[in-house]
């Protein structure tokens, strides 16, 4: 069996990701990332999602991203906007280099691993403001990653799985649930209290709310 | 004053390359990384140089390379090679995706600090045997860093400096000296002590001195 690293989240998109390296076959090492987030909601629901796809291993890195500040999502002096997305901005929620550097790590743990299969959830259809969530960044990456490691000097060339970055929100779900994911254990609220349950009014929670919708799938999602 | 965030290992390239960056008139961001060494004396090195080059702001950053093992640097159960370094393998000291890990660092706190210069002391002559220390990866690296960041999308683009990329070791060391580089100062050692004495044996140590020897420099370096 191939192995691939998955960057898990917790939320709806990288555990749609998720299923969609089990449905290929792929051995499954997860990364989750402990980055100053305002809560751990997402990371034990990560925790729960690696066990149940029955991933061989699930590492959670410890990284100092808060130190940075900059980005609502880890800096507590910034607010968590409720107001919709906005179409032609780069939202503040937005954590600068964030998938540059979690991708780094993934490269990492796959060199170590000798996988050369790297997938995450990026989405550049229903939340473009983040530059990073961007084919044109994730080719780039891909790129990169061949000429950065032993593997692209010596061995198979790394690739950088993004199988949902043409989807609409509805369209992940739809896949999901073909695949059996139960997003009731997702978290994806920027600002989800201590017992992982959502505000409803947050971008992420909105666009996720609409999503079920659009999909004609009844919203698991535990609000408060 | 434009800013400019500078990777500072505490060694002899690093320490050049900060008073490069000096002599182009950037405001010096350092920012070093303590990823589970095998001694810390190279960080108290990387402190004491900033400091004597007037850097603004010097950050030493924790990240977890040591959990993925894999290095003779990072692991501790690989031998650090004492051998000389061999021409056409990679060598065991390589950590894995290092260098895309540490510029991904760099570049979330340019961007948070609002800069678009980073600079990093990498070679390619006389130590070619990193697959990340080759010019192809820096422009790999720089491409996909436009497209990872705000800045790459609203303003000025990231430049990726390796001013040290194609000089051999002496030359790095005739151009430091002549910047006023205090050589003693540095700690290149793979295995130095506990207080940055040199091994004089490794792959590292072994480069340093025959730089300083091919120079006509006299060599400043602690021995133990």
Known sequence: MKKAVILLSGGLDSATCLAIAKSKGFELYCMSFDYGQRHNAELE????LAKSMGAVEHRIVNIDLAAFGGS???DKRIAVPTGGVKDDAIPVTYVPARNTILLSYALAWAEVLGASDIFIGVNSVDYSGYPDCRPEFISSFQVMARLATR?????APMHIHTPLIFLTKAQIIERG???GVDYGMTVSCYQADDQGRACGVCDSCRLRKSGFEAAGVPDPTHYR
């Open 72 to 74: 609502a999502l880890t």
């Open 45 to 48: 629901a990560a925790a729960r």
């Open 177 to 179: 649930v073909a695949l």
């Open 151 to 155: 593997a692209g000097v010596e061995g």
